[in-house]
């Protein structure tokens, strides 16, 4: 069965003021280090002014597990320092994206990401960015709201 979005073209998702994560993880220690990731910006003062954000540059098998090239970026109220393996970018953008938002199972959400892809490719698009997520209700969820989950993935503009 197909599932059906709406996707939107030339959309842009820009933040100042951005924590960023990113490191290669065992699926099973994703949570651990996020959690790890939030408590240290707790500690430096920043306080979480936007989304979660999240997205997996590459997968790779080794020795029979999965371990995911992943980063999460979290808008902070200030700019602040942060040491490696953090680290904190002024500004992000994703420009000339695709987006679509997606309502329900966090566990179908790749139902959506193959709408994306299928979209790219019926439209002889080319994709210059992973696909980035927004937890757009990050903090309800925790109250057992359904996630929305909006995603983007920039296309490179020039017709040739």
Known sequence: MKFELVIEEGKNLEYKNVASFREKLNVSEIHNRVIQFMQNLKNRGAVKSGP????????DRIEGSE???????????????????????????LHNALYTRYVGDPLRVENA????LDYIN?????QI??????????MEIESGASPIIDLYVSINPNIV
């Open 67 to 93: 371990f995911l090239d992943i980063e999460f970026l979290v808008p902070v109220s200030h700019p602040i320092e942060l040491q490696s393996p953090y680290q904190f970018k002024q500004k992000f953008l």
């Open 52 to 59: 979660m954000i999240s997205t997996t540059h590459g997968v």
């Open 122 to 126: 019926k439209n002889k698009l080319n």
């Open 129 to 138: 960015s992973t696909v980035y997520s927004v937890n757009v209700n990050d």
């Open 113 to 116: 990401y193959n709408e994306l």
